[in-house]
Structure formats: structure tokens, C-alpha cells
């Protein structure tokens, strides 16, 4: 589980990444799964350790669709709307899963690499194979409580 | 012997309820008090019958499948530890003709093997290779390479001695070698499939590179979306270094190889050489200008390595079998095996690891069996950026040269089927929607036409009133990505884009206003 990140915290997760070569996208997805998001302190701190720019910092974490700079959602679904799936029915599950409750995110993803049993989602992390809109929709009604 | 029963522990195998399948067999096991065995292994790659289960008995090995939690009773009851009868039962799963008909190599150990059981991988032929690297010398192996045939797997089909030799013949003598684990493409799986359940083999493959090259330093580059993946991964990595098979000795060679696990971050992009080099440094993923290649200066500035997963888990085979044994299959300068990954409408989805040389139409129609519903209208051969071909095309052999020459690509050998339901129109947006979302920015034929190029196809999609003009509109804007992209992304989207045009015009022009 994640949850908010101390100084010390932060500190042991740059120390334990400072000497490695390339050490910033590790990094960056070691206080993600501390915390969930990359707060506005690591940043301060990463790009003081590494010595880059606050502004390639942003820019190397803006690039990237994992990394988040807000809290996250109580949930996430993630959709594949790549070929394979669009084939065999994403684009219902996408539909099904525009009302989603507030507390999930719904995001477009292409590929997790299920193509043999699309359409696939991920909820939570977890993967999901051979879809119907019914089955979103009780996920959605699941993921509410 | 007693009684064992195989059950797939890989990703997708586990969404379609292998683990609720091995729970309910394990209880039910000790509720009748019978023995046996169940042990969780790599996938065969045959997920339309997922959850699949293999029983080893005395007399043979049986197969059940797709199996549900709440057959499990039925199935016992049915004699399912002596093979007995049963709706689904499947007889010798390596007697399903879907099997018999190819030629295992790279996956020879798929649906056989612990993945992380460094004595099942040794037991099968594990490190053999390496082993004998080590005998004959790495001159003598890059002969066997050479002779092998082998071209590189991630889709571009470069000879692999060329590029080892320029990395093997710079001056400066730190070197790296780099797994492209970064399997972006939509229907491709085959990599996923043997870094969750054979990791062993990619890491002897890249021990062999590393000692050839003269690297010391490995990494490979595995996609986020893939999380079992970059889990089985790094554990057999930290079980190799203690096997002696990676770290500072291997395999009593006086020589280091270390490996180093990195995980992408929802970047396709990453999957291109230049740009997952620059990840790996810490960097956005953008492309690089060349030259300089990365034989010359790759990762960190130094000359580096690159290969596809595929590649590398390729070499423990040569290495063991000779390169000869390995050129024995495939045609013309296709050499080998290639893993093809079944995906979309198919009735049978799949892997199919064969010599190059079969029909499109065999792979579709004999091995995917078809659509599930209705016809095959079109197939994508080689994701995203690969050609739509439509069964007027199943003659073409699986060859590099021969796809080439009818205007597409074989790539790395995945397959997306649709059925005639498909709006080939909406499916052209769709790579122009894929390339924008994707694209990293630094061209701008990639930034800009994506984005300009659907519009296009938006217009065309509501019955546009100047459909012929779109089009060569369309046609022209393709060309510029084609001619002037940095690299493959917007460099391949003419690919899927023109060949939907050119099958199925009607649907691009005649869709009246809407």
C-alpha cells in the first residue's frame, strides 16, 4: 500500500538509487510505488541529487504516461484500445465504462500484450481477458463501495 | 511415478482463471485424499484452450482444457489422473495438431518448465549452449552465428553477426549489451511469453552476446504493462548470480557479466532503439539522430549491443545445435524459426513458433482457425505499422523478402485478424490516433501528420464532400512520413494506412454524409 512520503523516506530512496548509472527513471518509479504519484518535494530533491535542471526533471516525467504528478484515484481501469482488441469489442467496453463512478480512473492503454484473449483491461493492476460491456459495468458497480 | 499436473502460471493464462483452477484442484486433491503433484509452469502458448491442464502420468501425458474451477470435480470423477474421458479432454497435447505442425525451437521448454526452476531449465538443454561457447571459443562461435542465418527478431531483420562484429571491432572496451523487452505492439506477445516463462533463456543468450562483444554490463529494457514479466525477470537474474551463471565468473569463465532489470514507463516510443537508450540513461524517450549507430555509440556513449528478445534467446539454440542446424530452417535468406503471435478475431489464438517458409492462409486459416465469427476480412501482419492484407494475399510465404516485396512487412510476426464486421476506415484512424499519442515529439512529419492525418480520415469517416481530394491528400501527407520521419513510427504509418486505402476504398470514400 502506499501513502504519504516522509523526508526520511525520500532520502533512502535517492540514497539507494544515487549511485546507479541512469539512475532517474528507477528512481522515479521507486517513490512512485512509495507514494502513488511524484510529489513536489521529490522533485526538489532528485533534481539536487542528480543534478539536472528542474526543468529536464519535469520534462523527463511529463514524457512519460506512468508517471503522475497528483494523488491517484481509488481505482484504475484501463482499457486496451489497440488493434487486437478494437476487433473484438473495445470500443463497447470503452462505452460501458464512460460512467464510471468518481472514484475510478478510466484510461485508454495499447497493448498489454493479451492479444490471444482480447479485449483486455487492467483494473487495479490486475489483467483482465475476454471482456463484455456487462462484466465493466459490474466492475464499475464493484469498484463504487 | 506421481501423478503431476501442469497448470500455466503465465499473465494471461491467470486472467482466464488458471490460479482459481489449481486452487480447486489442490483442494479437491486433499478432500479425496489422492496424490499428486501440481506444478505451475510456462504457457504452451495455445490460450484458447487456457486454463489448460497436463497430466503426466505413467503411461503419457493428457491435456484438459479451456478448464473452469467448477469442472474440476467432474474431471476427477472422470479419471482425470489416469487420463481418463471426459467432454474436455484433449488426448497428448503434443499430438494437437496445432503443435505437431511447428517446429519449437526458442519455445521448446513452453508449457514444460518451472518458469524460475533453474533445474527444469538445465534438465531441458538450459546453458548447453553457453557451455559450449566457452570450449569453442568466441571466433568459432561468431562463425556459427554467421552461419546460422540469424536476423534480428524485433521486426527490422538485420543480420546479427554484422552488428556484433562493428560492436566487437571498437577501440573503446567498455561495451554494454541491451534487451529490448519493449514489446509495444498491438497482437505481438511472443516476448512477454518467454520473458514470464523461460527467463533463463534470455539471460544465457545475452551471456553469450555479452562474452562475444566483450561486455560486462547487460540491461534489459522491459515495458511497464507488463509486470509478471520485469517480477520473473529480476528473480531469475538473482538466481543465475548465484548459480554462477551471471556476476562476476561465469560459469567458471574468469569472465563478468552482470544483468540489470529495467522497467519502462508507458512509453511505445522505448521500443525503438535509439530512444530506449536514451530511457535507460534517464532521459525522454526520444530518438536519436544516426549515424552514430549504437554498435558505435550506444548506451552511455559507448558501443552497444541491441537486440530483440527473441534474438537473444535465439542463441542458446545456435550455440548448442550449431549454427548450421539452426539455418537448416527456414527459405531463401529467412533463416530459422520465427515466433508468430495469433491475435484479434481468430478462433484459435496463439503461439506459433515455425520455420519461415508457411503461408499466410495456413497460419490463419489452419493454426487460428479462422474467425470466430463470419469471415476473415483483413489481417495486420507485424503490429501497428504493419500492412493490412486481405485473403487474396494467403499465398505469400512467411519470408522477409517476399512480404517485402508485395509492400509489407513480416516484422516480428504478429497477427491481427478482423472480421468483416471491421470499419477498415476506423481502423486507419486508429493508427493515426496510436502514432499521436505516441509519437515523441522530436520530428515533425510524426508530431504534426498524426494528428493532421486524422483529421483527414475524420472527415472522410462523416462523408467528407471532397472525398478524392482527401484522399490524395492522404496519400501525399503518408508519403511525407514515409520520406522524412526519424524513425519507424511515423517512417511505417504509410504501411497500415495505404494498404487499407488500397483494399477497402469504399470505405474511406463512399460513406455519404452522415
Redesign the interface.
Same mark, same amino acid.
Given at each position: 500500500m502506499t501513502g504519504p512520503l516522509t523526508d526520511e523516506a525520500l532520502a533512502a530512496l535517492i540514497e539507494s538509487h544515487r549511485r546507479q548509472? /541512469? #539512475?532517474?527513471?528507477?528512481l522515479?518509479?521507486a517513490v512512485q510505488a512509495a507514494c502513488g504519484y511524484i510529489p513536489e518535494t521529490a522533485i526538489a530533491a532528485i533534481a539536487k541529487a542528480?543534478r539536472i535542471s528542474r526543468a529536464?526533471l519535469e520534462? &523527463?516525467v511529463s514524457? +512519460? #504516461?506512468?508517471?503522475r504528478r497528483s494523488p491517484p484515484n481509488l481505482h484504475r481501469l484501463r482499457i486496451? =484500445? $489497440?488493434?487486437?482488441?478494437?476487433?473484438?469489442g473495445s470500443e463497447a467496453l470503452w462505452l460501458a465504462a464512460q460512467g464510471a463512478p468518481a472514484d475510478i480512473d478510466v484510461e485508454a &492503454? +495499447?497493448?498489454? /500484450? $493479451?492479444? #490471444?484473449?482480447?479485449p483486455?483491461a487492467e483494473y487495479d /493492476? =490486475? !489483467? !483482465?481477458?475476454?471482456l463484455d460491456p456487462a462484466r465493466v459495468a459490474r466492475l464499475l458497480q464493484e469498484g463504487k463501495s | 511415478m506421481t501423478v503431476r499436473v501442469r497448470i500455466s502460471e503465465d499473465s494471461v493464462a491467470c486472467a482466464l482463471g488458471a490460479n482459481e483452477v489449481a486452487a480447486a484442484l489442490a483442494a479437491a486433491l486433499a478432500e479425496r485424499g489422492l496424490q499428486a503433484e501440481v506444478v505451475r509452469v510456462s504457457a504452451r502458448g495455445l490460450y484458447w484452450l487456457e486454463p489448460l491442464l497436463e497430466v503426466d502420468t505413467d503411461t503419457g501425458s493428457f491435456g484438459y482444457g479451456p478448464v473452469t474451477a467448477a469442472d474440476i470435480d467432474s474431471l476427477l470423477d472422470a479419471g482425470l489422473m489416469q487420463g481418463g474421458a471426459h467432454p474436455l479432454a484433449l488426448g497428448p497435447v503434443d499430438a494437437l495438431p496445432y503443435l505437431v505442425r511447428q517446429q519449437r525451437l526458442v519455445f521448446a521448454r513452453a508449457g514444460l518448465t518451472r518458469p524460475l526452476s533453474l533445474d527444469d531449465y538445465l534438465e531441458r538443454g538450459g546453458y548447453a549452449g553457453l557451455k559450449r561457447l566457452l570450449a569453442m571459443g568466441e571466433d568459432a562461435f561468431l562463425a556459427e552465428l554467421e552461419a546460422s542465418g540469424l536476423r534480428g527478431r524485433g521486426g527490422a531483420a538485420f543480420p546479427a553477426h554484422i552488428k556484433w562484429q562493428s560492436v566487437r571491432t571498437q577501440a573503446d572496451t567498455e561495451r554494454y549489451v541491451v534487451c529490448n523487452a519493449d514489446e509495444g505492439d498491438s497482437g505481438a506477445y511472443a516476448d512477454r511469453m518467454l520473458l514470464e516463462g523461460d527467463p533463463y533463456a534470455l539471460l544465457e543468450g545475452m551471456a553469450i552476446a555479452a562474452l562475444c562483444v566483450g561486455a560486462e554490463q547487460g540491461y534489459v529494457y522491459v515495458r511497464s504493462e507488463y509486470p509478471q514479466a520485469i517480477e520473473k525477470l529480476r528473480q531469475a537474474v538473482a538466481r543465475a548470480e548465484a548459480a554462477g551463471f551471471l556476476g562476476g565468473d561465469i560459469a567458471g569463465s574468469g569472465r563478468a557479466f552482470r544483468v540489470e532489470v529495467r522497467a519502462g514507463a508507458g512509453a511505445y516510443i522505448c521500443g525503438e532503439e535509439s530512444a530506449l537508450i536514451e530511457s535507460i540513461e534517464g532521459r525522454r524517450g526520444q530518438v536519436r539522430a544516426r549515424p552514430p549507430l549504437p554498435a558505435v555509440s550506444g548506451l552511455f556513449g559507448k558501443p552497444t549491443l541491441v537486440h530483440n528478445v527473441l534474438s537473444l534467446a535465439s542463441l542458446p539454440v545456435i550455440a548448442r545445435d550449431g549454427g548450421a542446424a539452426f539455418y537448416h530452417f527456414g527459405r531463401e535468406r529467412s533463416r530459422g524459426t520465427l515466433a508468430l503471435t495469433l491475435a484479434g478475431s481468430l478462433r484459435q489464438c496463439g503461439l506459433v513458433e515455425t520455420a519461415f517458409g508457411p503461408t499466410l492462409g495456413e497460419l490463419v486459416n489452419d493454426f487460428g482457425g479462422g474467425a470466430r465469427t463470419g469471415c476473415v476480412k483483413a489481417v495486420q501482419v507485424g503490429g501497428p505499422l504493419g500492412a493490412w492484407l486481405t485473403p487474396d494475399d494467403f499465398e505469400l510465404p512467411l519470408d522477409y523478402e517476399a512480404f517485402a516485396a508485395r509492400g509489407a512487412i513480416l516484422g516480428h510476426g504478429s497477427v491481427v485478424a478482423v472480421d468483416e464486421t471491421c470499419d477498415m476506415a476506423g481502423m486507419a484512424r486508429l493508427a493515426f490516433t496510436f502514432c499521436a499519442a505516441e509519437s515523441c515529439g522530436k520530428c515533425t512529419p510524426c508530431r504534426v501528420g498524426s494528428v493532421r492525418g486524422g483529421e483527414i480520415v475524420d472527415r472522410l469517416m462523416a462523408g467528407s464532400h471532397h472525398a478524392a481530394d482527401d484522399v490524395a491528400l492522404l496519400l501525399e501527407l503518408t508519403d511525407t512520413l514515409r520520406d522524412a520521419s526519424l524513425c519507424a513510427l511515423g517512417g511505417m504509418l504509410h504501411y497500415p494506412v495505404r494498404s487499407a486505402l488500397e483494399h477497402f476504398p469504399g470505405e474511406f470514400t463512399e460513406r455519404g454524409p452522415q
Open positions: 548509472k /541512469g #539512475a532517474l527513471l528507477p522515479l518509479h542528480l529536464e520534462g &523527463v514524457f +512519460y #504516461a506512468d508517471f486496451c =484500445r $489497440a488493434e487486437s482488441c478494437r476487433a473484438t &492503454v +495499447y497493448c498489454l /500484450g $493479451a492479444c #490471444a484473449a482480447s483486455a /493492476g =490486475r !489483467l !483482465l481477458c475476454r | -
